[in-house]
């Protein structure tokens, strides 16, 4: 009997407390997202509220991002679409002029989550 307690005590000791280990990101999708924009250099064809420079003119504005009906004219606006489009947006949108992107599906969602909460009112 006192080998079956201590087994047990042994396996509750092991166990973390949830609330103890459980780790919020330093910074939210939003802020990762201007980071990797920056570091993608999406700002080079694209005016991006929040990027100083570069502020290209060569893709769209993508002020106001989230008030557009469609995603290059013909892609339905959600995230999922939007994210898989910054990504690779030939394979989204046969004849896209946007080149793929060397960015991780995580960093695209970071993107989209940045574009759709620009504060644009």
């Known amino acids: ?53 570069p502020s290209g003119r060569l893709g769209p504005s993508l002020d106001g991002f989230d008030d557009v009906g469609l995603i290059a004219g013909q892609l339905p606006n959600r995230p999922d679409v939007l994210a898989a489009f910054i990504r690779n947006a030939p394979s989204v949108k046969e004849g896209s002029s946007m080149p793929p992107m060397p960015i991780s599906e995580a960093e695209a969602a970071d993107i989209a989550a940045y574009l759709y909460g620009l504060d644009h009112d």
């Open 1 to 53: 009997m006192a080998g079956v307690a201590l087994a047990a005590c042994a396996a509750l000791a092991a166990c973390k407390d949830p609330v103890e280990t459980r780790r919020e990101p330093a910074i939210g999708p939003k802020d990762r997202g201007l980071i990797a924009i920056k570091r993608a250099g999406c700002g080079s064809c694209h005016e991006i509220p929040g990027l100083d420079w």
